[in-house]
T-cell receptor
Framework: EAGVAQSPRYKIIEKRQSVAFWCNPI?????LYWYQQILGQGPKLLIQ????????DSQLPKDRFSAERLKGVDSTLKIQPAKLEDSAVYLC???????????????FGEGSWLTVV | KQEVTQIPAALSVPEGENLVLNCSFTDSAIYNLQWFRQDPGKGLTSLLLIQSSQREQTSGRLNASLDKSSGRSTLYIAASQPGDSATYLC???????????FGGGTRLMVKP
């Protein structure tokens, strides 16, 4: 079974530039998450989708971050304009159901590493 | 707001030791608690999930316990091996079941 795919793996940009990350979840998984993990810290949820609807985006800095999940499958996370403090790993994850459902095991991709200089 | 803390932040043990990793959370109204493993440069792998009504879960050499009333969970690793070296993270799901709050992780090194 193919895992969660993310691209690009690594990206270096200058502050005020924009960047986009792409995620392809495991086939059939309705729930998709984007997490931000700063070095030495645990992941922080940015946004959660259920199919193509947003379940939670309370911790997404909406002035600069945006995310979409078209057709309930692939998702993109965009940052515009980037700040130095956005340097982190952006992890995409998916699960068959949400946390309350029977298929609530979460599978993570390997992450997209962003450095803002 | 839920806060999850993991102590110690780093741990180094010789091969063969049994060890305990600690996780504490401030809001006991959780839906479940999960333990993950993260290898350097990789994503997270789910290890164990304990529902709020359960007290423990076991998988091979791993055993996780949950005490909601005291806001604590422990991950017990028996007979540690060098291949167990990784960062271990715990995460508490809120009662609405729609958000995981992660701790900062414990970085484990098992020396041969």
């Amino acid at each position: 079974e193919a895992g969660v795919a993310q691209s690009p793996r690594y990206k270096i940009i200058e502050k005020r530039q924009s960047v986009a990350f792409w995620c392809n979840p495991i086939s059939g998984h309705a729930t998709l998450y984007w997490y931000q993990q700063i070095l030495g810290q645990g992941p922080k949820l940015l946004i959660q989708f259920q199919n193509n609807g947003v379940v939670d985006d309370s911790q997404l800095p909406k002035d600069r971050f945006s995310a979409e999940r078209l057709k309930g499958v692939d998702s993109t996370l965009k940052i515009q304009p980037a700040k130095l403090e956005d340097s982190a790993v952006y992890l995409c994850a998916s699960s068959l159901t949400d946390i309350r459902g029977p298929g609530n095991t979460i599978y993570f991709g390997e992450g997209s590493w962003l450095t803002v200089v | 707001k839920q806060e999850v803390t993991q102590i110690p932040a780093a741990l180094s043990v010789p091969e063969g030791e049994n060890l305990v990793l600690n996780c504490s959370f401030t809001d006991s109204a959780i839906y479940n608690l999960q333990w993950f493993r993260q290898d350097p440069g990789k994503g997270l792998t789910s290890l164990l999930l304990i529902q709020s009504s359960q007290r423990e879960q076991t998988s091979g050499r791993l055993n996780a316990s949950l005490d909601k009333s005291s806001g604590r969970s422990t991950l017990y690793i028996a007979a540690s091996q060098p291949g167990d070296s990784a960062t271990y993270l715990c995460a508490a799901a809120n009662n609405a079941g729609n958000m995981l709050t992660f701790g900062g992780g414990t970085r484990l090194m098992v020396k041969p």
